[in-house]
């Protein structure tokens, strides 16, 4: 299928794209990033925008860099440079593992970091990475640019806090000290994960000091996992394995997912109590291994 | 609001094209449309299959997900750029030799999605272009001759590149 006409322009500066989407409110304007999500959403006429304007040009957006203890990536890099970022590997090794398991290198070759994240798809690995991290995201609307966190900006399937006049310019990902692991279960090598596991560890001695723990495909967006974040604080990092078990437990307790045909409810919590134990052993035994 | 064209200018197989398009204009129907070169084929339209594979500056990108529009500027390449006249490109070789096609539909953005897994590694193991080739769809082969055609091409172009330096 092919997608409804509309209108396009591809402004060189975010003033002009901000001012675009102000002025053709009416057209139901979206803004075109990579267009990995938004294309196929188009050709199938679920989305049906009258005026797109196309990020690619905007100077400034996209790009990887480091202030102190952030990484800061821009909205319009696209994930195939993250992947291979040496930067990333270093800074980010959570975002670099989690942007490998982001659907096939044809679509990461297109497909942007800020793209990602403003589509908020429930089943996506990288709003994960952003909770977990703690990342905060940044936006540009005729207001002017405000910074917006991670637990603040997911509000729902395919919804964030972005209003319909701002545009994310950039994810700003406070550097982790311990061991990561993204974990993810799907059906079919790197179709969309039926369960993902953003983990993150920092131990103090021979104990976990604190961890940071994220689930996809258990609620209608990606959710920290904080009551196993309780139980891992303190816990023997030498030997994780029951304290795992138990966070995992405990993070799945009150969690009511949703069936599909993917995948029941039990079948979800299931999956998210394995993944989630197998995130938080291999982010520890990497956390143990990298000091 | 009455939709309008644009003009893009692009490179494709290394001529040089400028072109008015509706905004809409999927890259694989103006590749085909437009410029009548019907060898990228169209299957899912919506990202999953592969067949519409075509390097974007050296990139593999599916064309259907991708508007005509957003390749301003950008060198395109298509399987009809991989022959030299009547010579065959070594991967459609091997990919005739290995019989690495039954129907032939997948065939053009297998061969140029294995242009990028060559490109980026020329000595790959047979499980990395299983892996690697894992974002195309072919409903005949089963795989095993297309990563036997890969790894058979993968040999010849770096024997190739020897003899040249």
């Known amino acids: 299928m ?23 409110a009416e057209a139901e304007p979206r ?63 959570l975002l670099a593992e989690a942007v490998g398991l982001v659907a096939h290198t044809p679509i990461r070759n297109s497909g942007t970091i800020g793209g990602s994240l403003a589509h908020a798809d429930p089943a996506a690995e990288l ?27 997911f509000s729902g399937p395919f919804s964030t806090a972005l209003a319909p006049d701002e545009i994310l310019t950039e994810i700003r990902l406070p550097l982790w000290p311990g061991g990561h692991a993204f974990v993810e279960f799907s059906r079919i090598h790197a179709n969309f994960a039926v369960i993902g596991v953003a983990a993150l560890i920092d131990l103090d001695g021979d104990r976990i000091g604190r961890a940071a723990l994220a689930i996809t495909g258990v609620a209608p967006t990606a959710i920290r996992a904080t009551a196993a974040e309780d139980v891992l604080a303190g816990a023997d990092a030498t030997d994780v394995t029951a304290a795992a078990a138990e966070a995992a ?35 520890t035994s990497r956390a143990r291994n990298e000091r | 609001m009455a939709p309008t064209t644009c003009t893009i200018s692009l490179t494709v197989n290394g001529h040089p094209h400028v072109a008015e398009v509706e ?41 259907c997900i991708t508007f005509a529009v957003q390749a301003d500027g950008a060198e395109i390449s298509t399987v009809e750029g991989l022959a030299r006249g009547a010579e065959m490109h070594p991967l459609q070789d091997e990919f005739s030799e290995k019989q690495g096609l039954q129907c032939g539909y997948c065939t053009p953005g297998m061969l140029m999605r294995a242009c990028e897994i060559l490109a980026e590694n020329p000595d790959p193991t047979p499980a990395e272009v299983r892996s690697a080739i894992a974002s195309n769809l072919c409903r005949c082969t ?19 590149k020897e003899v040249a330096s």
């Open chain 1, 2 to 24: 092919k997608p409804p006409p509309f209108s396009y322009a591809a402004p060189t500066t975010l003033a002009e794209a901000v001012g675009l989407l102000t002025e053709h």
């Open chain 1, 31 to 93: 803004v075109l990033a990579g267009g990995q999500s938004l294309i196929p959403l188009m050709n199938f006429r679920l989305a049906k925008p009258g005026y797109l304007i196309d990020l690619r040009n905007v100077a400034g957006l996209s790009g990887i860099r480091r202030e102190g203890d952030i990484l800061i990536i821009g909205a319009m890099t696209r994930m195939s440079e993250v992947e291979r970022s040496p930067e990333v590997a270093v800074a980010a090794p």
């Open chain 1, 127 to 153: 709003p994960a990475v952003a909770l977990a991290s703690d990342a905060d995201l940044v936006a540009t609307g005729p207001a002017g640019t405000r910074r917006i966190a991670a637990a603040e900006f």
């Open chain 1, 249 to 283: 437990g405990a993070a799945v307790a009150d969690l009511t997912p949703p069936g599909d045909l993917h995948a029941s409810p039990q079948t979800r919590l299931a999956l998210a109590r394995t993944y989630l134990r197998r995130g938080i052993e291999l982010a």
């Open chain 2, 23 to 63: 905004p809409r204009r999927l890259l694989v129907d103006f590749l085909r449309e437009d410029l009548g070169l019907v060898g990228t084929h169209i299957g899912c339209e919506h990202g999953v299959c592969g067949t519409c594979t075509v390097l974007l500056n050296g990139a593999s990108i599916r064309s």
């Open chain 2, 142 to 160: 089963g795989y095993q001759f297309i990563t036997e055609a890969v790894i058979g091409a993968a040999a010849r172009m770096r024997a190739t």
